[in-house]
């Protein structure tokens, strides 16, 4: 089992940036391929980004490419999620997951965290 903490939400202007942290333990991190997705009110859960397993790869949405960045520390168990220029349709609860597997799709994702949330006032 993987446990998965997240932090760094908060409230900020559009135009301003937050970096969200996911810190992991139980299992080997490094084995295991990262993600980020968010979900609105109303709305499903959707992918943002996601990051291989030894951080080589990377992919995100097309909504958030050129403004939030993805990236892990495999020594410190944690993944990153950068997030510049924000809208305030980028309002959401986020979370990060792992999974052996490297996907977009959250039903590719096994272990999740329990979601922090960002505001982006207008």
């Known amino acids: 089992q993987v446990q998965l903490v997240e932090s760094g939400g908060g409230l900020v202007q559009a135009g301003g940036s937050l970096r969200l942290s996911c810190a992991a333990s139980?299992?080997?991190?490094?084995?295991?391929?990262m993600g980020w997705f968010r979900q609105a009110p109303g709305k499903g859960r959707e992918f943002v980004a996601a990051?291989?397993?030894?951080?080589?790869?990377?992919m995100s949405a097309n909504s958030v490419k050129g403004r939030f960045t993805i990236s892990r520390d495999n020594a410190k168990n944690a993944v990153y999620l950068q997030m510049n220029s924000l809208k305030p349709e980028d309002t959401a609860v986020y979370y990060c997951?792992?999974?052996?597997?490297?996907?977009?799709?959250?039903?590719?994702?096994?272990?999740w965290g329990q979601g922090t949330q960002v505001t982006v006032s207008s």
């Open positions: 997951a792992a999974d052996l597997n490297y996907s977009a799709h959250p039903a590719g994702y096994a272990h």
């Open positions: 990051i291989s397993s030894g951080g080589g790869s990377t």
């Open positions: 139980g299992r080997t991190f490094s084995n295991y391929a």
